[in-house]
């Protein structure tokens, strides 16, 4: 648990109300290394969930670096139903999903492996597309038709399957928007080495026929496609 | 006439040999550069027959030469096809308008499954930056490359062929090189096409592409699935357009641009099937069709819906 000793000594210091910190990290340091624990990232981490990366099947702590699950530290701590502000590793966890503020919306306050309806059924995780639908109607209806969501596949069912692609595929449920994302270069952009220059036409009908391209904007340095992507 | 040609002496008939020698000399000399031409056209290509007569054992050869034309140039194993249309199937495209983000993910995910020439970039699909609060094809941007998309002021509008039911482009050709196929896609005999560019000038869309020069596509990069009529590698001064990948359509497979779209912005499906996605969207949104006012009936759709 060495690396994330200086983590546990910040979240010391910010003060009253987080004796349970002590007490998990006392709790955790001494016990035996819990199971299902993952071993931090060793390369960094890219947070930036933009809409062309399909989200992975992990929350966004373990993106970070950190290497246990949220139960291991919120089975000790009372819960707290008020909106408030986060701190520690949730700063990661920012909440920005328009009217809801609070985990509880969505979460369960007693079955931490779950999510709850608002009628107060307790439904998996990997059921989380029927607790989407129950304010976002008019989408699922769309998604369900194959025009809301990414698709790959087959548009002839008969001959092939199509992708599934659910909400929390391409929305973090945590903060859903998408966020902006570089573009790839305009048309005509010269695109560096990657592509061998034009060969001479070797015939007199080629060479009558031969177009040159206008050169492009001096102010525009060439751009290689690779280095494009975020 | 027997008559005459026994009265042509020896010395007459010598003068007129030699001038006519001279004359075919004269014109030998005068094709000379032609003969550098015609090192570079294949016979068998030159004689090809127009696609709808081409029988069923010349298409064989004529796809078994285009695949060694393409091991010859490109150094790759690419095969081609020739992929009839599904019955009962007519595909049409939508597009929502209030999800693209004009990343232009699209275009380079089709030029890359279409072997489009890389240089210069012509791409397909034309992504049109446009400002908020209507659709102004004049203020249009197709150059913009802020840092970031989408910006707050604009929306962004793809732009590819329309598979045009009335398309002007077919009414264009003179020589019958273009034309709609029975699922709705309009396509290219690229061997038979003359390189005139009516068609590019006929098109409302700006959907048509030239290949100015010989196209130039990286070998690793060139994709071997190909059919006749869509991505197999085109030569120098011929027309060509967007297929709807119909080497992946016809198969039942969805187009590139749609696979590779990061918000799912693209519907694609058959519009005789009354189950299917695009029959959903023209029944469930209010859809709109570019330049409706000029007449040519496009299969593709557009509609905001967030």
Same mark, same amino acid.
Request: proline fraction near 9%; include cysteine; hydrophobic fraction near 35%.
């Given at each position: 648990m ?11 210091a910010?003060?009253?109300?987080l004796?349970? $910190? ?13 199971k !299902? ?18 989200? /992975? ?7 970070? @670096? ?28 920012n ?50 038709n ?6 790959? @596949? ?20 945590? /903060? ?41 904007p ?13 | 006439?027997? !008559? ?9 008939f ?24 015609? @090192? ?33 140039? $490109? @150094?790759?194993?690419v095969?081609?096809q020739?992929?009839?249309?599904r ?14 983000v ?13 072997n489009?020439?890389r240089?210069?970039?012509?791409? =397909? ?27 707050p ?10 598979? #045009?039911?009335?398309?002007? #482009? ?17 396509v290219?005999? $690229? !061997? ?5 560019r009516?068609?590019?000038a006929?098109?409302? =869309? ?25 991505n ?9 357009k ?29 519009? $005789? ?25 496009? !299969?593709?759709? =557009?509609?905001?819906?967030?």
């Open positions: 060495s690396s994330h000793d200086g983590l546990f000594n910040g979240a010391l910010v003060g009253a109300g004796a349970g $910190y002590l007490v998990l990290a006392l709790v955790m340091s001494s016990a035996a290394e819990p !299902n624990v993952r071993a931090p990232a060793e390369e960094p981490v890219n947070l930036d969930f933009g809409p062309n990366e399909r989200r /992975q099947d992990e929350v966004l702590l373990h993106k970070a @670096g950190f290497a246990y699950e949220c139960i291991e530290c919120h089975a000790w701590q009372t819960r707290n139903p008020a909106p408030r502000r986060f701190i520690g590793e949730h700063l990661l966890m909440l920005e999903h328009g009217a809801v503020n609070t985990c509880f919306t969505c979460h369960h306050p007693t079955e931490y492996s779950s999510l709850t309806l608002p009628s107060g059924e307790i439904i998996p995780y990997n059921d989380h597309v029927r607790l989407c639908a129950g304010c976002h109607g008019p989408i699922y209806k769309d998604w369900r194959g025009a809301h969501g990414r698709r790959e @596949g087959y548009w002839d069912r008969s001959a092939g399957p199509v992708s599934r692609t659910d909400c929390i595929i391409c929305h973090d449920p945590h /903060q859903p928007a998408f966020k902006p994302i570089a573009p790839l270069p305009p048309p005509g952009v010269a695109r560096g080495e990657a592509f061998a220059p034009p060969e001479e036409p070797s015939t007199v009908l080629g060479q009558v026929l031969k177009y040159v391209p206008p050169p492009p001096p102010d525009r340095a060439p751009v290689r496609l690779e280095e494009t992507e975020p | 006439m027997s !008559n005459d040609l026994v009265q042509i002496g020896r010395r007459s010598l003068k007129r040999a030699s001038v006519a020698v001279a004359g075919v000399t004269g014109v030998m000399a005068s094709l000379s550069p032609l003969k550098e031409v015609v @090192g570079d056209i294949d016979i068998e290509a030159w004689l090809q027959q127009h696609y709808h007569e081409l029988s069923p054992e010349q298409m064989k050869d004529v796809l078994a030469r285009l695949e060694a034309d393409a091991k010859r140039t $490109y @150094g790759v194993d095969k081609v020739d992929i009839k249309p019955p009962d199937t007519k595909f049409a495209y939508a597009l929502n308008l209030g999800v693209c004009g990343c232009r993910k699209c275009a380079y995910a089709c030029e890359k499954e279409n489009v020439s240089s210069p970039g012509m791409q =397909y699909i034309r992504v049109l930056e446009m400002d908020k609060g209507g659709v102004n094809l004049e203020t249009a941007n197709h150059q913009y490359d802020p840092e970031t998309v989408p910006k002021d604009k929306y962004y509008m793809p732009v590819q062929c329309h598979q #045009c039911d009335n398309p002007s #482009c077919v009414k264009a050709c003179p020589v019958n090189a273009t034309w709609k196929e029975p699922d709705g896609i309009v290219v005999d $690229y !061997n038979w096409c003359i390189g005139c009516y068609c590019e006929a098109c409302p =869309y700006w959907a048509r592409r030239f290949n100015f020069e010989k196209p130039i596509l990286p070998k690793e990069e060139i994709n071997t699935n190909t059919a006749y009529l869509s197999r590698p085109r030569p120098q001064g011929v027309m060509e967007c297929t709807f990948c119909l080497h992946r359509t016809r198969e039942g497979r969805y187009p590139a641009c749609l696979e590779v779209c990061p918000t799912g912005a693209r519907v694609f499906g058959n519009l $005789y099937d009354p189950k299917s996605e695009i029959r959903y969207v023209l029944e469930n949104k209010r859809v709109f069709v570019l330049k409706e006012e000029v007449g040519t009936v496009p !299969n593709f759709f =557009y509609f905001f819906e967030a």
